[in-house]
Protein backbone atom coordinates (compact mmCIF):
# COMPACT_ATOMS: atom_id res chain seq x y z
CA UNK A 1 0.00 0.00 0.00
CA UNK A 2 1.03 3.30 -1.01
CA UNK A 3 1.75 5.45 1.92
CA UNK A 4 1.05 9.82 1.44
CA UNK A 5 2.22 12.10 4.24
CA UNK A 6 1.51 15.43 3.57
CA UNK A 7 3.23 18.25 5.16
CA UNK A 8 3.01 20.77 7.23
CA UNK A 9 -0.31 19.59 8.33
CA UNK A 10 -1.28 23.10 9.35
CA UNK A 11 0.04 26.07 7.50
CA UNK A 12 -0.94 29.42 8.64
CA UNK A 13 -0.82 32.36 6.33
CA UNK A 14 -2.79 35.64 5.27
CA UNK A 15 -4.86 35.99 2.31
CA UNK A 16 -3.04 36.89 -0.78
CA UNK A 17 0.13 34.99 0.53
CA UNK A 18 1.16 32.09 -1.35
CA UNK A 19 0.79 28.44 0.00
CA UNK A 20 2.56 25.33 -1.05
CA UNK A 21 1.60 21.88 0.45
CA UNK A 22 3.54 18.67 0.07
CA UNK A 23 2.64 15.16 -0.50
CA UNK A 24 5.25 12.32 -0.56
CA UNK A 25 4.71 8.77 -1.32
CA UNK A 26 6.26 6.21 0.26
CA UNK A 27 6.80 4.55 -3.25
CA UNK A 28 6.87 6.28 -6.85
CA UNK A 29 3.43 7.04 -7.96
CA UNK A 30 3.15 5.22 -11.15
CA UNK A 31 2.33 7.76 -14.75
CA UNK A 32 1.88 10.66 -12.55
CA UNK A 33 -1.88 9.32 -11.20
CA UNK A 34 -1.81 12.25 -8.38
CA UNK A 35 -5.10 13.87 -7.24
CA UNK A 36 -5.91 16.96 -4.99
CA UNK A 37 -8.76 17.84 -3.06
CA UNK A 38 -10.24 20.69 -0.99
CA UNK A 39 -12.32 20.53 1.81
CA UNK A 40 -14.61 22.74 3.49
CA UNK A 41 -16.02 22.29 7.07
CA UNK A 42 -19.12 20.41 6.98
CA UNK A 43 -18.74 19.61 3.36
CA UNK A 44 -17.63 16.88 0.66
CA UNK A 45 -14.25 16.95 -1.14
CA UNK A 46 -14.15 19.16 -4.16
CA UNK A 47 -11.76 17.89 -7.05
CA UNK A 48 -8.91 20.09 -7.98
CA UNK A 49 -6.17 18.73 -9.82
CA UNK A 50 -6.15 15.58 -11.26
CA UNK A 51 -2.67 14.00 -13.29
CA UNK A 52 -0.44 16.18 -10.92
CA UNK A 53 -0.99 18.97 -12.89
CA UNK A 54 -4.23 19.12 -14.62
CA UNK A 55 -6.63 21.74 -13.22
CA UNK A 56 -10.28 19.94 -13.17
CA UNK A 57 -13.54 21.73 -14.34
CA UNK A 58 -13.77 25.49 -13.01
CA UNK A 59 -11.21 25.80 -10.66
CA UNK A 60 -9.45 28.56 -11.10
CA UNK A 61 -5.65 29.35 -11.94
CA UNK A 62 -4.64 30.38 -9.07
CA UNK A 63 -4.33 26.80 -8.23
CA UNK A 64 -1.30 24.65 -9.91
CA UNK A 65 0.28 21.50 -9.04
CA UNK A 66 3.68 20.07 -9.94
CA UNK A 67 5.14 16.20 -8.89
CA UNK A 68 6.44 13.07 -10.45
CA UNK A 69 7.74 10.17 -8.29
CA UNK A 70 7.39 10.46 -4.68
CA UNK A 71 7.03 14.12 -4.35
CA UNK A 72 4.05 16.35 -5.30
CA UNK A 73 3.58 20.40 -4.64
CA UNK A 74 0.51 21.84 -4.71
CA UNK A 75 0.29 25.44 -4.97
CA UNK A 76 -1.90 28.55 -4.11
CA UNK A 77 -0.69 31.35 -5.93
CA UNK A 78 -2.36 34.06 -3.82
CA UNK A 79 -4.89 33.18 -1.03
CA UNK A 80 -8.66 34.71 -1.18
CA UNK A 81 -10.67 33.66 1.98
CA UNK A 82 -12.46 31.11 0.45
CA UNK A 83 -9.15 29.03 0.03
CA UNK A 84 -9.21 28.32 3.78
CA UNK A 85 -9.45 24.65 4.01
CA UNK A 86 -8.26 21.65 3.92
CA UNK A 87 -6.43 19.67 1.53
CA UNK A 88 -6.04 16.25 0.72
CA UNK A 89 -2.85 14.54 -1.86
CA UNK A 90 -4.67 10.88 -3.28
CA UNK A 91 -2.85 8.43 -5.66
CA UNK A 92 -4.43 6.14 -7.82
CA UNK A 93 -1.81 4.21 -9.42
CA UNK A 94 -2.00 1.59 -7.38
CA UNK A 95 -4.20 -0.49 -5.22
CA UNK A 96 -5.76 0.46 -3.02
CA UNK A 97 -6.72 3.99 -3.48
CA UNK A 98 -4.70 5.92 -0.60
CA UNK A 99 -5.04 9.35 0.93
CA UNK A 100 -2.77 11.68 2.24
CA UNK A 101 -3.53 13.07 6.25
CA UNK A 102 -4.34 16.43 4.98
CA UNK A 103 -2.69 19.80 5.31
CA UNK A 104 -5.00 22.87 7.07
CA UNK A 105 -4.35 26.27 5.46
CA UNK A 106 -5.71 28.42 8.03
CA UNK A 107 -5.99 32.28 8.38
CA UNK A 108 -3.18 33.68 10.35
CA UNK B 1 -24.70 19.31 -12.84
CA UNK B 2 -24.03 15.68 -11.26
CA UNK B 3 -26.29 15.29 -8.50
CA UNK B 4 -25.51 11.89 -5.63
CA UNK B 5 -27.63 11.92 -2.42
CA UNK B 6 -26.70 9.24 -0.07
CA UNK B 7 -28.86 8.01 2.64
CA UNK B 8 -29.46 5.13 5.07
CA UNK B 9 -26.90 6.53 7.66
CA UNK B 10 -27.64 6.20 11.61
CA UNK B 11 -26.75 4.71 15.01
CA UNK B 12 -26.23 1.28 15.04
CA UNK B 13 -24.69 -1.18 18.12
CA UNK B 14 -21.57 -3.18 17.62
CA UNK B 15 -21.73 -6.34 15.08
CA UNK B 16 -25.19 -4.59 13.54
CA UNK B 17 -25.95 -3.74 10.26
CA UNK B 18 -26.43 -0.97 8.23
CA UNK B 19 -27.11 -0.40 4.12
CA UNK B 20 -26.07 2.94 2.47
CA UNK B 21 -28.04 4.00 -0.55
CA UNK B 22 -26.80 6.04 -3.23
CA UNK B 23 -28.97 8.06 -5.66
CA UNK B 24 -27.34 9.53 -8.80
CA UNK B 25 -28.78 11.46 -11.35
CA UNK B 26 -28.01 14.31 -13.56
CA UNK B 27 -25.21 11.82 -15.64
CA UNK B 28 -25.25 8.80 -17.00
CA UNK B 29 -24.94 5.95 -13.91
CA UNK B 30 -24.27 3.46 -15.85
CA UNK B 31 -21.49 4.50 -17.97
CA UNK B 32 -18.92 5.19 -14.60
CA UNK B 33 -17.63 3.20 -11.94
CA UNK B 34 -18.62 4.59 -8.54
CA UNK B 35 -17.12 4.65 -5.10
CA UNK B 36 -17.30 4.50 -1.09
CA UNK B 37 -15.23 6.95 0.41
CA UNK B 38 -15.55 7.29 4.46
CA UNK B 39 -13.98 10.17 6.93
CA UNK B 40 -13.95 9.62 10.58
CA UNK B 41 -15.07 12.40 13.02
CA UNK B 42 -11.82 15.10 13.05
CA UNK B 43 -10.18 12.51 10.58
CA UNK B 44 -8.97 12.04 6.85
CA UNK B 45 -10.21 10.72 4.16
CA UNK B 46 -10.04 6.59 3.62
CA UNK B 47 -11.41 4.98 0.66
CA UNK B 48 -13.55 1.98 1.24
CA UNK B 49 -14.92 0.29 -2.16
CA UNK B 50 -15.06 0.35 -5.95
CA UNK B 51 -17.15 -0.81 -8.24
CA UNK B 52 -17.24 -0.86 -12.14
CA UNK B 53 -19.48 0.73 -14.17
CA UNK B 54 -21.60 -3.05 -15.46
CA UNK B 55 -20.74 -3.84 -11.58
CA UNK B 56 -18.21 -6.60 -12.89
CA UNK B 57 -15.11 -5.94 -10.82
CA UNK B 58 -15.12 -4.91 -7.00
CA UNK B 59 -12.68 -4.09 -4.63
CA UNK B 60 -12.27 -3.03 -0.75
CA UNK B 61 -9.86 -2.01 1.68
CA UNK B 62 -9.08 -5.00 3.81
CA UNK B 63 -10.45 -3.60 6.90
CA UNK B 64 -13.98 -4.34 5.22
CA UNK B 65 -13.28 -6.94 3.00
CA UNK B 66 -16.12 -9.81 4.27
CA UNK B 67 -18.34 -7.38 6.20
CA UNK B 68 -19.18 -4.77 3.53
CA UNK B 69 -20.43 -5.20 0.00
CA UNK B 70 -20.90 -2.23 -2.78
CA UNK B 71 -23.47 -3.14 -5.19
CA UNK B 72 -25.08 -0.90 -8.06
CA UNK B 73 -28.79 -1.01 -9.55
CA UNK B 74 -28.10 0.62 -13.47
CA UNK B 75 -31.91 0.73 -14.09
CA UNK B 76 -32.25 2.67 -10.67
CA UNK B 77 -29.72 4.97 -10.70
CA UNK B 78 -28.43 3.85 -7.39
CA UNK B 79 -25.12 2.83 -5.66
CA UNK B 80 -25.20 0.52 -2.50
CA UNK B 81 -22.80 -0.45 0.70
CA UNK B 82 -24.03 -2.93 2.88
CA UNK B 83 -22.60 -3.14 5.97
CA UNK B 84 -22.65 -5.81 8.66
CA UNK B 85 -20.86 -6.60 11.72
CA UNK B 86 -20.49 -3.34 11.72
CA UNK B 87 -17.39 -1.95 14.28
CA UNK B 88 -16.67 1.21 16.39
CA UNK B 89 -13.60 1.95 13.90
CA UNK B 90 -16.09 1.94 11.45
CA UNK B 91 -18.11 5.19 12.95
CA UNK B 92 -17.68 7.94 10.09
CA UNK B 93 -19.10 9.66 7.23
CA UNK B 94 -19.85 7.87 3.88
CA UNK B 95 -19.50 9.53 0.67
CA UNK B 96 -20.48 7.76 -2.75
CA UNK B 97 -17.98 9.36 -5.31
CA UNK B 98 -18.19 9.30 -8.66
CA UNK B 99 -14.69 8.01 -10.94
CA UNK B 100 -13.84 9.64 -13.89
CA UNK B 101 -13.98 6.19 -15.59
CA UNK B 102 -16.16 3.50 -16.43
CA UNK B 103 -13.59 0.61 -16.01
CA UNK B 104 -10.61 1.40 -13.65
CA UNK B 105 -10.56 3.21 -9.89
CA UNK B 106 -8.72 6.42 -10.44
CA UNK B 107 -10.03 9.82 -9.14
CA UNK B 108 -13.68 11.49 -7.73
CA UNK B 109 -14.72 14.00 -9.79
CA UNK B 110 -18.64 14.26 -7.85
CA UNK B 111 -19.11 13.48 -4.43
CA UNK B 112 -22.29 13.32 -2.52
CA UNK B 113 -22.92 14.94 0.55
CA UNK B 114 -22.38 12.58 2.64
CA UNK B 115 -24.47 10.21 5.62
CA UNK B 116 -23.24 9.43 8.97
CA UNK B 117 -22.58 6.02 10.43
CA UNK B 118 -22.29 6.24 13.98
CA UNK B 119 -21.73 2.69 15.81
CA UNK B 120 -21.78 2.69 19.52
CA UNK B 121 -23.83 0.77 22.31
Known amino acids: EIVLTQSPGTLSLSPGERATLSCRSSQSVRSTSLAWYQQKPGQAPRLLIYGASSRATGISDRFSASGSGTDFTLTISRLEPEDFAVYYC?????????FGGGTKVEIK | QVQLVESGGGVVQPGGSLRLSCAASEFIFSNYAMHWVRQAPGKGLEWVAFIRSDGSNIYYIDSVKGRFTISRDNSKNTLYLQMNTLRPEDTAVYYC??????????????WGQGTLVSVSS
Open chain 2, 97 to 110: AKDVSSWSAYYFDS
Open chain 1, 90 to 98: QQYGSSPLT
